[in-house]
């Protein structure tokens, strides 16, 4: 799910300026943290055991419009009864709905309970191995929960929309549910009655409309493994468009829902798309839901939901359309096995619109990384790990959940390698399809047996532990060697490192060179064969690890105590002073401070500079470099105009 705050979408997602990507993670935390309304009665499903029955096929029916919150709805669950695991079928279902009435397959009366937002039905009736089919009659006005998960609101022109969001703990709000989350149902056949000439949106393949007079009733059937909250609905005044494209397995249908006011928006930005699927379906698993379609349907909710086969979006901004597609892999096809694990759904379909760029926008990459990691460093502390899933806003933290779980992929794809780390992907898809949910673990032992290598401590430091690396680097060169000293903790734990790859790049005369140091301990004490003198050092240009990191240029031992500059900062008159009666040089030659040779200056033998190039220097920072007998020497001049 992608989230962000309505005034400012059309901005975002219209223009596709990388750079607003610091302002769009910022305004997703706002909004996750402002539309977090989850009552405390989904609270207890948090710590649920395992669900007794599994429902195999859901069949349900609901009688909905627009100009009513009111939801008159049949759900019937059809399954085969185990007697080791219960005598009862539990439900989610808020108290805000009346059951009028439970029955059973041969339309006998079950008896039920429905209190604490629960309801359970009585199955003494059955025996081990029995077909068991509980259809549930019900009505009411659903609560609003979460990010609303059943709400009616208007479109940007007026006309009022009817949609269903469950993610988090909104599922019970408006149909009874299984009560464990890790649960998936078989296969769908959804019903909706909507006013004539209303589209109804749903998932899976359209079967029908059925056109009774004054209503029109939408059969949408879906054949694939279901997690209970991407079971969703959309009605309203819809255009509706039907186009294809050529992936691996399939001509997939693609259908659209869209405001009637907006389909030139939409027609604008379609030839996006057919390569965002293209994309995704070859560098990853064939698309999961080839033998039905994907679709779009625009919702009134500041963001996007990966409905599976149909996600709810605010409009067709490129970087919505790709987290929401990504989202089928992720989150749709392997759902997190928990909500403690939400990184492996919205860490991964944000990282996956930055590898979109990567491919199709490469200048546009580093941007994005910039502004994902300059928002995570916003603040010290947070682990990408949820640690408290009663709080939505940690859940769907934008910082954390999305953001830095991005980028610690991105990271973790740059230690192992494109190869491995791709192919860790494609694993763990395949490996986890059949059970439907997966955790972090699952995923860190799938990348693991593409890398051969052991990520237990990776994982430590960057998913289950908080904070980020901030690291101190001390540099000299001399005689070919580079030497540095590094000190790192960690921004939540002063006594703690964490395990980096931290690339410096060293600056020459002529050319710049990109070294990668790991990091693991507190303290590292490292030195490089280097032949090209080092004017300066700039960490993680590429903005690749999460790391805030102090550079510091210290005197190489044969620079100490024997030459300096003086006045230093200066404008006209300056001296180069030799210690100990050292040579002095006939000439030294001057670069600015990004490495450029501005030219040589003339040394007279009491050591002045010849400076009358230096009056068209600006105020800054430049390097005097000379060499004595193969030593080089490199020395800071200020040039100021205030003295």
Not at 139 to 146: A, I, L, N, Y
Not at 254 to 271: G, K, N, Q, R, S
Not at 283 to 290: A, C, D, G, I, M
Not at 361 to 379: A, G, R, S, V
Request: charged share 20%; proline share 4%; with cysteine.
């Amino acid at each position: 799910m992608l989230v962000v705050r309505v005034v400012l979408i059309v901005f975002l997602f219209t223009t596709g300026v990388v750079q607003s990507q610091i302002n769009h993670f910022q305004e997703l935390k706002s909004i996750s943290n402002g539309e977090s309304k989850f009552k405390s009665l989904n609270q207890n499903n948090v710590n649920e055991e395992v669900q007794s029955q599994v429902t195999h096929h859901l069949n349900a029916f609901w009688a909905l419009s627009p100009s009513s919150r009111y939801l008159k709805g049949t759900v019937r669950h059809s399954f085969t009864y185990d007697t080791l695991k219960g005598k009862n079928l539990r439900l989610l279902l808020s108290n805000e709905l009346t059951v009028d009435s439970v029955l059973g397959i041969s339309s006998e009366i079950l008896s039920f309970q429905h209190q604490n937002n629960r309801l359970e039905i009585d199955l003494l009736a059955f025996n081990h191995g029995d077909e068991v089919k509980v259809e549930i009659y019900y009505q009411g006005e659903p609560p609003t929960t979460g990010f609303g998960s059943f709400e009616i609101n208007l479109s940007p022109y007026g006309r009022p929309y009817i949609y269903t969001l469950s993610e988090p703990y909104g599922t019970g709000d408006w149909w009874p549910c299984p009560v464990y989350r890790n649960v998936k149902i078989d296969s769908i056949d959804i019903f909706v009655e909507t006013p004539r000439e209303m589209y109804a949106a749903g998932n899976g393949l359209l079967q029908s409309i059925e056109d009774s007079g004054e209503k029109w009733i939408h059969h949408w059937k879906h054949k694939y493994p279901i997690a209970p909250y991407l079971i969703a609905t959309a009605v309203g005044e819809y255009l509706v468009r039907v186009d294809t494209v050529q992936i691996q397995n399939a001509s997939l249908p693609v259908l659209d829902y869209i405001y009637p006011e907006e389909v030139h928006f939409w027609d604008a930005t379609d030839y996006r798309f057919e390569p965002m699927i293209q994309f995704l379906d070859s560098l990853l698993v064939p698309y999961p839901f080839s033998n039905e379609k994907y679709g779009h349907a625009q919702f009134p909710w500041g963001g996007g939901m990966e409905h599976q086969t149909m996600s709810f979006m605010f409009n067709s901004g490129e970087s919505l359309t790709i987290h929401e597609l990504a989202h089928q892999w992720f989150g749709n096809f392997v759902t997190c096995g928990s909500w403690s694990d939400i990184w492996l759904n919205e860490g991964f379909a944000t990282y996956l619109n930055g590898v979109y760029f990567e491919r199709f926008k490469p200048n546009e990459f580093d941007n994005w990384k910039k502004d994902l990691k300059e928002y995570i460093l916003t603040d010290p502390l947070g682990s990408v790990y949820v640690n408290d899933t009663t709080s939505v806003p940690e859940i769907f933290s934008g910082r954390l959940s999305y953001a830095k779980g991005a980028m610690v992929l991105h990271m973790l794809r740059n230690k192992v390698g494109d190869i491995a780390f791709y192919a860790g992907l494609r694993k763990y898809l395949i490996d986890y399809s059949n059970a439907g949910y997966a955790c972090t673990s699952d995923f860190m032992e799938a990348i693991e047996f593409t890398c051969f290598c052991d990520l237990e401590t990776f994982f430590s430091d960057w998913i289950y532990d908080e904070g980020h690396a901030v690291v101190e680097v001390n540099w000299s060169w001399s005689n070919g060697i580079l030497e540095l000293g590094l000190n790192q903790n960690s921004s939540a734990n002063l006594l703690s490192a964490k395990e980096l790859k931290l690339p410096l790049t060293l600056f020459s005369i002529d050319s710049d060179t990109t070294v990668f140091i790991s990091l693991e301990n507190l303290d590292e004490s490292i030195n490089i064969n280097y032949s090209k003198t080092v004017l300066d050092i700039k960490a993680d240009v590429r903005f690749d690890v999460l790391a805030e990191v102090k550079i510091k240029k210290v005197l190489a031992s044969n620079e100490a105590g024997k030459y300096l500059l003086y006045p230093n900062p200066a404008l006209t008159d300056v001296a180069l002073i030799a210690l100990n009666g050292l040579e002095i040089p006939e000439f030294v030659s001057v670069y600015n401070s990004v490495g450029q040779n501005l030219g040589s200056l003339q040394v007279s033998s009491q050591g002045a500079l010849d400076l009358y190039a230096t009056h068209n220097l600006s105020d800054g920072l430049y390097w005097v470099l000379f060499s004595i007998e193969n030593e080089m020497f490199k020395l800071p001049l200020v040039i100021s105009s205030q003295n």
